[in-house]
C-alpha cells in the first residue's frame, strides 16, 4: 500500500459521513487517502485546525494545503479511478464554484438527513 497522498477529515459520528466515507475507502484501493475521524478524540489532535470548526465542513489537505468543500471533495475524487474525472472538472474555476454552491445547499439540509439516518 501507497503512503497516503491526501488526508481527509470527517465526521465519524456522523451517520452519512459514516456510510460515505465507507464508499470512499472501498473504492481508495490504492491507499492513496488518510483517513482521520475528527470527532474521535483519540485522532482529533491530527487536527489542523479546531477540531469542531472541521465538523462544520468537510476538510483535505492536498500537497500541504488545506482545502474545504467542494475543493476537498474534489481532491478526495481526483484520488479514486471513477470519481477522477469529476475532480479533475472542479479544477476549472467555474465547476468548482457551482460544486461549492450545491454543497452549500447540501449543507442546510444535512441535518434532516442525518435525523433520518439515525433513526
Known sequence: MNTPSLTVWHDGDC???????ALMRRLDRRGAIRFVDAADPSQASSCPLDPALMLTRFH???D????S???A?????????WLRP???????PAVLRLLE???IRF???RPRIQRWLRK
Open 107 to 109: 449543507l442546510r439540509i
Open 73 to 81: 471533495f474534489a481532491a478526495m475524487w481526483r484520488m479514486l479511478p
Open 101 to 103: 454552491r450545491l454543497y
Open 15 to 21: 451517520p452519512l459521513c459514516q456510510r460515505e466515507i
Open 86 to 92: 469529476l475532480g479533475l472538472a472542479a479544477r476549472n
Open 64 to 67: 500541504g494545503k488545506m482545502l
Open 69 to 71: 468543500g467542494a475543493a
Open 60 to 62: 483535505a489537505e492536498e
